[in-house]
């Protein structure tokens, strides 16, 4: 996990700052959520892309919601209380070097790469490489897996309400999918061979959709979000199209390449 200790320190630890480290490329980066459907079936990911100056907007929060404490704490094999006291403590106020929502930096084409975390990761832990690229001039879609494979991830599902609600009130909800061990004499490899074949898909899935946003179709983003998406039109360069990741998300990536000829 890359993180920066800061230059100075004030005198209480509640004065202490870590920062992932700044992209080496001539590119300022942003970073916007996607997630399409109301269902488990539908895409999550993390746009990282080369952005225009954002003086305004804040940079993210590495670990954007104490669920994924929840989550690394059950793979790291943690009581939750401790882990979630501990991750809070030592990174609840890291950050990026990239801004939410930041304008999108038009005028070129840029390759595009698909990015696949690894066991008990999530969209945002491989947040350095990520920005990394996208300083360098790349659009990187970091994935978040459903297939239990991640430490924690969800999908905003509609409210069972049994009584009316008023307009400002949101009619969505989280539903928290965590880690899946193996159980009691359950072979590991069937189940990650079933992991594999979906993320696979998930991979597939998210290039599809910033293919279709790059041609200038509407896809409808189930968070909220004021990025705009149709500055993305013809911002792809579809000749150079790679699937990236690490660990697990590395045999995803030969699978992929297996599967998907756009993958180079």
Known sequence: LSVKAPMEMGSSSTEK?????????????GCTDLMTENEVEGSFLRLYYPSCDATDNEEALWIP????????????NMYRVVGERLFQYYVGSVTCPAKSNAAFKLGEKYPL????????AFRTIYSAICIEMASQGFIVAAVEHRDESASATYYCKKKSV?????????????????YRKLKTGEEERWLRHKQVQQRVQECIKALNLILKINSGEEVMNVLNSNFDWNSLKDSVDTSRIAVMGHSFG??????SLSKEIRFR
């Open 65 to 76: 919601d104490k669920e994924y404490y929840q989550g690394l704490s059950d793979f790291l």
């Open 250 to 255: 590395g045999a995803t990536v030969i699978e």
């Open 162 to 178: 049994s009584e009316p609600q008023e307009e400002s009130t949101s009619n969505m909800e989280k539903e928290w999918i965590y």
């Open 17 to 29: 700052f870590y920062r992932i480290p700044k992209g080496k490329g001539p590119h300022l980066v």
């Open 113 to 120: 790469l698909v990015f696949s975390h690894g066991l008990g």
